[in-house]
């Protein structure tokens, strides 16, 4: 007997131990191997397909920032998704005009995707993305330039309007230094040269008239990116676009991101394709 209950637990841990994972992408579209942060249900099983969620994560992070944020495990389990948190550096997931071994785009869709689709059983249906800050923007912009691949997509705390001005305040009082739009000009070029702000979801949203997707954003009232959100909330009321918003109280800072994140998870759950 206790035998068989020594060998229920650590089947039980094994089980909990092997539902997130770390690999790496060798990228060629980015010329660097790539982590990849998984995390499956618990109960995980290869004869079903499951949702998919992308998360990204912010500007001076990595591909650890959610799973320090809230319980992925949680999520995965309480929604029966698969979260799929990929590094994505500081250059705000984007194919990069200035450096040619930064394709994000490009690795995503033609490495990170098939990658996911080839371990784990995904509905094909329902895949999801959602970001905090920086990956809030990546989010959106994938979305809206790919919007057919998502079935619906979401932001908090998005930095979501390629603004200099913006962005060297913003960086001054977090990093009490330019580095935000340093970035930004090594990956897109000297703002005074090229256009940053063709790229910035309410210019995507303009140029993409057919887009008619559902997205979901939110920001706390005392985020310095708040002027951004509901510049696009705005926007997307007066072409009539299903957006959903959130304005409430919080800061820019985890104890804020650790609650909004699960408004996203019950609109993903509420924008599911069923058979």
């Known amino acids: 007997m206790k035998n068989i209950i020594l060998i229920t637990i ?12 770390v690999f790496r992408i060798k990228s060629d579209n980015l010329e660097r191997r790539v982590p ?9 099983q ?4 499951y949702p998919l969620v992308f998360m990204l994560h912010g500007y001076s992070e990595n591909y650890k920032q959610w799973n320090k944020t809230t319980n992925l495990k949680k999520l995965a389990t309480d929604y029966q998704m698969i979260l ?30 098939p990658n996911i689709e080839k371990k784990y059983s995904i509905d094909t249906k329902n895949i999801f993305i959602t970001g905090l800050s920086m990956g809030g923007y990546g989010a959106l912009s994938l979305f809206i330039k790919h919007s057919s691949f998502f ?18 305040e913003i960086s001054l009082k ?11 000009e090594m990956t897109l070029g000297n703002q005074k040269e090229n256009d940053w702000k ?21 920001c706390g009232l005392d985020d310095p990116l708040l002027s951004n959100t509901i510049k696009i909330k705005d926007l997307a009321l007066s072409r009539k ?25 019950v609109y993903f759950k509420q924008h599911l394709k069923m058979e």
């Open 10 to 21: 650590c089947i039980i841990l094994s089980q909990s131990l092997f539902a997130q994972r």
């Open 36 to 44: 990849v942060l998984v995390q499956k249900p618990e109960n995980y």
């Open 46 to 49: 290869s004869s079903k397909s």
């Open 84 to 113: 799929v948190c990929p590094e994505g550096f500081v250059n705000y997931y984007l194919n990069s005009p200035n450096l040619k071994n930064f394709q994000y785009e490009d690795f995503f869709f033609q490495e990170l995707v």
């Open 151 to 168: 079935n619906a997509a979401a932001s908090t705390s998005g930095a979501l309007e390629l603004d200099y001005e913006n962005f060297k």
């Open 174 to 184: 977090f990093f009490e230094s330019e580095r935000m739009t340093k970035d930004l």
């Open 198 to 218: 063709k790229l910035s979801i309410s210019s995507l949203l303009e140029n993409n008239r057919d887009f008619n997707k559902e997205f979901f954003i939110d």
């Open 241 to 265: 676009l299903p957006v959903r918003f959130s304005i409430q109280a919080g800061k820019h800072n985890t104890e804020y991101w650790a609650k909004s994140i699960e408004y996203h998870f």
